[in-house]
């Protein structure tokens, strides 16, 4: 019923800038906390930063004033603008969204990732 598509993941060289976003669609009654995850090549899944519905945001200590987190609740998006990328960022990028289905039931849903590749 319900689903999370990331885009803007790619190839970029350190010290560059890429914009992640994620759109979720289907049968939403409200999106609560979005976050975005990284995953590096044989690590664990981490969290990067959180925004509540409210806009009240939080960040993983390593991205502290490089990346920022922002939501449009009327397009159901939310984005990670990512700047001065180093490659220890290199990894998969997940989205996840707490919601309320249209069918009155809470659940947290994730997309499928996108790449992000950070060259030295």
């Known amino acids: 019923q319900v689903q999370l598509q990331e885009s803007g993941g790619g190839l970029v060289q350190a010290g560059g800038s890429l914009r992640l976003s994620c759109a979720a669609s289907g049968n939403i009654f409200s999106l609560n906390d979005m976050g975005w995850y990284h995953q590096a090549p044989g690590k664990q899944r981490e969290l990067v930063a959180t925004i509540s519905s409210n806009g009240i945001t939080k960040y993983a200590d390593s991205v502290k004033g490089r990346f920022t987190i922002s939501r449009d609740n009327a397009k159901k998006t939310v984005s990670l603008q990512m700047n001065s990328l180093k490659p220890e960022d290199t990894g998969v990028y997940y989205c996840?969204?707490?919601?309320?289905?249209?069918?009155?039931?809470?659940?947290?849903?994730w997309g499928q990732g996108t790449q992000v590749t950070v060259s030295s």
């Open positions: 996840k969204a707490d919601l309320l289905s249209r069918l009155l039931s809470r659940g947290t849903y």
